[in-house]
Structure formats: structure tokens, C-alpha cells
């Protein structure tokens, strides 16, 4: 993703990242190691019709300056490099539901590292309605 300058955007709550691995295998097995209920997740967030659905973002290009910086000797866009030197994620994952326990949602780093810095937690939409 990162070369490509892309990102995942919206990586469903609760589903296993691309990369990580399932402590319980001794191989991992990318998709497969997905329990059916992530499954089913995943494919919700892939046929989601709303804001929140699972799309590829393309890495903005700036038009007219050349915003580039030296990386490993190459000269490269600042946005690509960010992503590739793990300054920015790679996979940003969808905010919590209103009741989780999670604040914000999770982000991965083209180094595999991940944090919980992604997006606010959502809010709850009954509990905001103003009666009449």
C-alpha cells in the first residue's frame, strides 16, 4: 500500500489486520486465519453503502511545488515517504460503536506497528435527539 502511495481506510472493528497474525497459529494463514464472524464483518464493510464503508484512499498529489524530501538517497513525495517510514498509517480502521470500550479506532503502520490514535469512537444517535 505504501509504495503505491494508497491507504486502507475504514478497516472494520473487531477484524484482524492484514499482517497480524492469530497467537493460536503456528502459520499464518492471511485471510483464512479470519474467524466467520470477521468474515462476515468484512464483507458488511465492503458492501457498505455509507461514509463508513472499507475503501482505498490514493495519497493526495500536490499540484505545481514539488513537496519532496530525500529517503534512502532518493528524492520522493513527502506523503509516500511518511507512509513508508511509518509516520502515517497504512490502515486506518473504522471508529468504535458508541458502546465499546475503545476511545478511538486503530490504525497500522507500514512497520506493522499499530496504535489505538485512529478515529473518534462513534456517537450514539438515539441518545442525541432533542425530544419535542
Known amino acids: ?5 494508497l491507504v486502507l481506510v475504514n478497516w472494520p472493528e473487531g477484524v484482524m489486520f492484514p499482517g497480524e497474525e492469530r497467537a493460536s ?6 485471510i483464512s486465519d479470519l474467524t ?3 468474515c462476515s464483518k468484512l464483507l458488511a464493510a465492503l ?24 529517503v534512502h538517497n532518493k528524492t520522493t513525495n513527502i506523503e509516500k515517504a511518511a507512509l513508508i517510514s ?3 498509517p497504512v490502515i486506518i480502521g473504522a ?12 490504525r497500522m503502520f507500514c512497520n506493522l506497528k499499530t496504535d489505538r490514535l485512529g478515529p473518534k469512537r462513534m ?3 438515539a441518545a442525541t435527539r432533542v425530544k419535542k
Open 123 to 125: 456517537v450514539n444517535k
Open 1 to 5: 500500500l505504501a509504495s503505491s502511495e
Open 47 to 70: 458492501n457498505d453503502t455509507e461514509d463508513t464503508r472499507l475503501h482505498i484512499r490514493s495519497v493526495p498529489k500536490h499540484k505545481g511545488a514539488c513537496i519532496c524530501r530525500m
Open 95 to 106: 471508529p468504535p460503536p458508541y458502546d465499546s470500550n475503545k476511545v478511538r479506532g486503530k
Open 86 to 88: 511509518s509516520e502515517e
Open 25 to 30: 497459529r503456528t502459520m499464518p494463514k492471511g
Open 36 to 38: 466467520r464472524a470477521e
